[in-house]
């Protein structure tokens, strides 16, 4: 196994020493030289902050170097095939990172590409958020066991890695969402309604509720409003849960401003934890 698509593609105990990697790393202000002479190429088929400059900056700290490619620039299976994009940039680069729409697009990318490729984020799932997610939950409750993740609002990208590394961690997840997930995932509780779901819940978990790429349903939007995680539905859980956002943010939707940056909230943990957790994925990919 040389990519990382998905959380699941992995075993438990892989999942679980990258989070400890990560916290280890982080511990320890990590620089490595693990990517000396090495390049990987960043390639976004969809806006990034977070994204583009943690992995920019994970790379620089292990001694890469590396090559952003934006919207226009390559075009994914429009101006060229994406088995041609893949053998051309296996001839150049070391690893690659892909942002896109249609989750087969990186599929069928690794499977012609004789480098290692890694998920930003598809349609489907957004892996490596997952796994910052973890290590801001660990970090928080010092294990993960156990621990009762709620996912609020739209079941996206997001919900699905969050799901698939509570399943690899022993943390319970539940999805509330007036969506019926398409894909369910074994182990993983469904409770429609928001107040119930979050009753118990040690973390909380909203996200957009138009993801990028996405068509605006306004029916779909009217059906989510009892999902906005805002001061009063918060009155239904444990004063200690902690409040969790993959950014970026859509105040006074999915979230208000003062639960956003209240007390309880650990977006911005979450949002430094992508460049440790990555930096970690990208040590262990090194060696493979
Ligand atoms: N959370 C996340 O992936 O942020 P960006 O879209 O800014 O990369
Ligand atoms: N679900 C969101 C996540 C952004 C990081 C999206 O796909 O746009």
Redesign the pocket.
């Known amino acids: 196994m040389k990519h990382f698509i998905d959380i699941s593609d992995y075993s438990n105990d892989v999942i679980k020493a990258l989070i400890m990697s990560a916290h280890q790393l982080k511990k320890d202000n990590y620089r490595g030289k693990e990517l000396n002479n090495k390049t990987v190429g960043l390639i976004f088929e969809?806006p990034s902050l977070r994204t583009r400059v943690s992995f920019e900056m994970a790379i620089h700290h292990l001694g890469g170097h590396c090559i952003t490619l934006q919207q226009d620039e390559i075009q994914l299976g429009k101006r060229e095939s994406i088995d041609d994009v893949a053998t051309v940039l296996s001839r150049y680069i070391d690893m690659v990172m892909i942002r896109t729409f249609e989750h087969n697009y990186i599929t069928q990318f690794a499977k012609r590409a004789s480098i290692s490729v890694i998920n930003g984020?598809t349609?489907l799932s957004?892996p490596c958020?997952a796994l910052a997610d973890a290590l801001t939950i660990y970090e928080h409750f010092n294990r993960l066991e156990d621990i009762k993740v709620t996912y609020l609002g739209?079941d996206?990208?997001?919900s699905r890695s969050l799901a698939e590394v509570c399943l690899a961690t022993g943390m319970i997840c539940t999805i509330s969402s007036p969506k019926q997930s398409n894909k369910p995932l074994t182990g993983v509780h469904y409770e429609a309604d928001p107040k119930q779901a979050i009753e118990q819940a040690d973390v909380i978990y909203t996200?957009?509720w138009v993801?990028?790429?996405a068509k605006t349903d306004e029916s779909l939007l009217d059906q989510l409003q009892p999902y906005q995680l805002n001061e009063t539905l918060l009155q239904s859980a444990p004063k200690t849960a902690i409040i969790m956002h993959?950014?970026?943010a859509h105040r006074d939707e999915e979230i208000t401003d003062a639960v956003l940056t209240g007390p309880q909230s650990k977006v911005f943990d979450q949002a430094e934890n992508r460049y440790h957790a990555q930096k970690a994925l990208l040590v262990f990919l090194s060696h493979l």
Request: proline share 6%.
């Open positions: 969809k984020l349609d957004h958020q739209d996206n990208n997001v996200d957009t993801s990028m790429g993959c950014l970026p």
